[in-house]
């Protein structure tokens, strides 16, 4: 899992190790580009004029930069765990292989955290909420790295890892779709899977009810969408 600071000297860090790569312009702003785009292949055009704008370069720069990029993210053509080809179109990048790490979160709406009733009450929850989400989902050497950021829709709210690039796209997708009222989610993911974490917190409920469950990251965005909305129901 790499680290993308678009703002730090074109740059990669690698999460685990620390180990840290330099990036060409033209491969750091390819890899902006992907990662602006992460659940849809990004075509040679679209990749011209963003990655050299008003220049003409041939397709074999294209060719050339997602090689030296995939060299540097220690992947290749043969085996394409980051970056993917889909032929005659453009590419894509895998999910969970590479955050792009922003100083504010990229959902526009976002809102400040509002609680009613008494505040240590609130704090409470919350402190629990995260608590047990850490305790059941996240793996003991990352738990101390967890940052949750908060999201307001309607009279729901999603907790989201901060720079999980995956479970920001599919935050945004619930809340396109109808959801059950008063409902915290908590969202993160690895490689292999989607962990979710749902609290009701209906008003007048004697007690929180909540049910954690994960699903295969391998699935559509849209049906780990549903699934997720079934299962919090």
């Given amino acids: 899992m790499w680290e993308f600071r ?17 990036l060409q312009q033209s491969e750091s702003r390819l890899l902006r580009l992907l990662l602006m785009h992460p659940h849809r292949a990004v075509t040679k055009e679209e990749i011209h004029n963003f990655v050299w704008p008003g220049k003409v ?6 060719t050339q930069t997602v090689s030296s990029l995939r060299t540097v993210l220690g992947d290749s053509g043969i085996a394409q765990n ?10 894509f990048i895998n999910p969970n292989r590479v955050a792009l790490i922003d100083e504010a979160p990229s959902v526009a709406d ?17 402190l629990v909420n ?43 997708k619930l809340r396109e779709l109808k959801q059950p009222d008063y409902v915290d989610f908590y969202i993160t ?3 292999a899977r989607v962990y979710v974490s749902c609290v009701d917190r209906a008003p007048g409920a004697e007690r929180r009810n909540s ?14 969408s549903h699934e ?3 299962q919090c129901q």
């Avoid at 730090?8 to 620390?18: A, K, L, M, S, Y």
């Avoid at 954690?212 to 699935?219: A, G, K, T, V, Y």
Wanted: charged content about 20%.
């Fill in 6 to 22: 678009p703002e730090i000297n074109q740059q990669v860090r690698h999460r685990t190790t620390g180990e840290i790569r330099l």
């Fill in 57 to 62: 370069v041939s397709d074999n720069s294209i």
């Fill in 82 to 91: 980051v970056i993917r080809t889909v032929p005659k179109v453009g590419y």
């Fill in 228 to 230: 997720i909305l079934q």
């Fill in 110 to 126: 976002s809102k400040p955290m509002v609680c009613r009733g008494r505040v240590w009450a609130c704090l409470a929850l919350l």
């Fill in 130 to 172: 995260v608590l047990l989400f850490g305790f059941l989902f996240v793996p003991q050497d990352n738990a101390a790295r967890l940052t949750l950021s908060r999201f307001v829709s309607g009279n729901n709210q999603f907790y989201v890892e901060s720079d999980d690039v995956f479970s920001l796209e599919l935050m945004k």
């Fill in 211 to 224: 049910i954690n469950f994960s699903i295969d990251i391998e699935q559509s965005l849209g049906y780990i």
């Fill in 189 to 191: 993911s690895n490689q």
